[in-house]
């Protein structure tokens, strides 16, 4: 039976299922390096970074699972020479990210968190909490993927109009293609859902940033590294752009700047961190592994 190491948090039914089909899983190592010597299987999510220095620590490693949809913490090239076979769980969180994209925007176009906040405080401050309507909005879903298309179908019963950008995308009866300038000069939000790498590194800066209108909003629920933070945090500030709301960010734990503004919703990268979410990860990945055998 196959060592395996389970680097972070999992949904402890699926802790247990890989004990019961593996025998040897030491769960979440307070010395990951030392456990790393004999390991065959290493699981992990978005926070352990599987670089070229923690692979030459397992020389018997022959599959790293992403119990999750992005990649981009794993260096594909190393283990593609090494021969370490690389599975993720691409299906798993779309409902949960999705869903947690529309709850953002409505957040922050009806000031909820504010709203919440006062309230607690004892404080009725309805005059000065006047929100906007999802209803109406061109929305612009950057990335149309599995969570992109999941996003865009929620939103179409919100009665919003959709555009979309994406490489291979080509429009459908009802989500209008367009270029990403046009998609940031037209769009009332601009909701990102694409994949984190060379090319959509810092996708979002100044210059993108400026292209869209005073009164848009920006939601991230995708890789925090496709914003430039500074640009927007600025942005912001000056009012350039009506709003954000972030589930991501370039460095997690987040405690920057960001958080001194009013105009901006952030959570802890709560994408797929739902009990159904978490479960269906679990499911996919043994699924996955029993693949590789």
């Known amino acids: 039976m196959a060592r395996v190491v389970i680097a972070d948090k999992l949904d402890a039914e699926t802790v247990v299922e890989l004990k019961m089909r593996y025998g040897?899983?030491?769960?979440?190592?307070?010395?990951?390096?030392k456990?790393?010597?004999?390991?065959?299987?290493?699981?992990?999510?978005s926070r352990t970074q599987v670089t070229k220095d923690l692979l030459a620590k397992a020389p018997k490693l022959r599959v790293v699972a992403r119990a999750g949809v992005g990649l981009?913490?794993?260096?594909?090239?190393?283990?593609?020479r090494r021969g370490i076979k690389v599975?993720?769980?691409?299906?798993?969180s779309t409902i949960a990210v999705a869903e947690l994209a529309v709850g953002l925007m409505i957040s922050l176009l009806?000031?909820?968190?504010?709203a919440d906040s006062t309230m607690k405080q004892k404080?009725?401050?309805?005059?000065s909490l006047l929100g906007r309507e999802l209803h109406g909005k061109t929305v612009g879903i950057i990335g149309f993927g599995r969570v992109g298309a999941a996003v865009a179908e929620r939103l179409r019963s919100f009665g919003c109009k959709i555009i979309a950008c994406s490489p291979h995308f080509k429009g459908t009866d009802w989500v209008e293609s367009v270029s990403l300038e046009e998609l940031l000069k037209?769009?009332?939000i601009v909701t990102l859902h694409a994949p984190l790498n060379e090319k959509t590194r810092g996708m979002i800066g100044k210059q993108q940033i400026e292209m869209m209108k005073p009164s848009a909003i920006l939601v991230n629920t995708a890789r925090g590294a496709l914003v430039d933070e500074e640009a927007l945090y600025e942005a912001l500030k000056k009012g350039?752009?009506?709003?954000?709301?972030?589930?991501?960010?370039t460095s997690e734990p987040y405690s920057g700047k960001l958080c001194e503004l009013e105009n901006v919703v952030l959570t802890p990268h709560l994408g797929g961190n739902t009990v159904e979410g978490q479960e269906r990860i679990g499911k996919q990945l043994i699924e996955e592994l029993e693949k590789i055998g």
């Open 123 to 127: 404080r009725w401050e309805k005059e």
């Open 240 to 249: 350039r752009i009506s709003g954000a709301a972030l589930d991501v960010y």
């Open 87 to 92: 599975v993720n769980t691409p299906d798993a």
């Open 110 to 114: 009806r000031r909820i968190p504010r």
């Open 72 to 80: 981009d913490n794993i260096d594909l090239r190393e283990c593609e």
């Open 35 to 45: 456990e790393l010597s004999d390991a065959e299987i290493l699981v992990v999510r």
């Open 24 to 33: 040897s899983v030491v769960d979440q190592p307070s010395n990951l390096d």
């Open 186 to 188: 037209r769009s009332d």
